[in-house]
């Protein structure tokens, strides 16, 4: 046993104290996480700004080109982004030019929605993290769910032929581009 455990009274180690006590010096030795739930995403110097989201409809059919320029990020102007295998430092993001060469949607077999298609970045430079999500609606415009399609590394000039994860969409009957997040 080691010399630590030696030093704590045997009353000490039976009881909950003794654990409550490495708990919080756990905690105090910065094993708490910088975020936590509830805690805002703004810092308190700036104001909260509200800004209509623009919307672009893209019809079930085969769309005519469409550029997206510089769409509003719904990120903060700093900090940290979560990605599959942990977070990242989140800068803001590069000046950006793609166009929607088409769009298109299937049901695949068990009837989830996937939407695909072909994006040129047009833009100055390259993107490092380049993620699109889109509206699911059904006939009456009620929203059924989202599709997201994202890639890590998007060479200016190039053509990225995307395909969104499945997603489930009962009803569905067509999609909107919803937001694009650039880096």
Known sequence: MSTFFRLIPPYLMKSGIFVLVLVVLLLCAGCVGPFESGSSNETPSEPASIEP?????????????????????????????????????YSPPPEYRLTMIDSNSR?????????????????????SYLQMTFNLFDSSGNLVGNAHAHVEYF????????????????????????????Q
């Open 155 to 182: 060479a200016s000039g190039k053509i990225w032929r995307f395909e969104s994860d499945p997603a489930p969409g009962a009803n569905y009957q067509y999609f909107e581009i919803a937001g694009i997040v650039a």
């Open 107 to 127: 049901r695949d077999a068990s009837g989830n929605v996937i939407i695909y298609g072909r994006v040129k970045n047009e833009g100055p430079g390259s993107l």
């Open 53 to 89: 989201t623009p919307r672009m409809t893209v019809s079930p059919e085969e769309t005519a080109v469409q550029p997206l320029r510089n769409m509003p990020a719904e990120l903060p102007a700093s900090g940290y982004i979560e990605r599959s295998y942990g977070y990242v430092p």
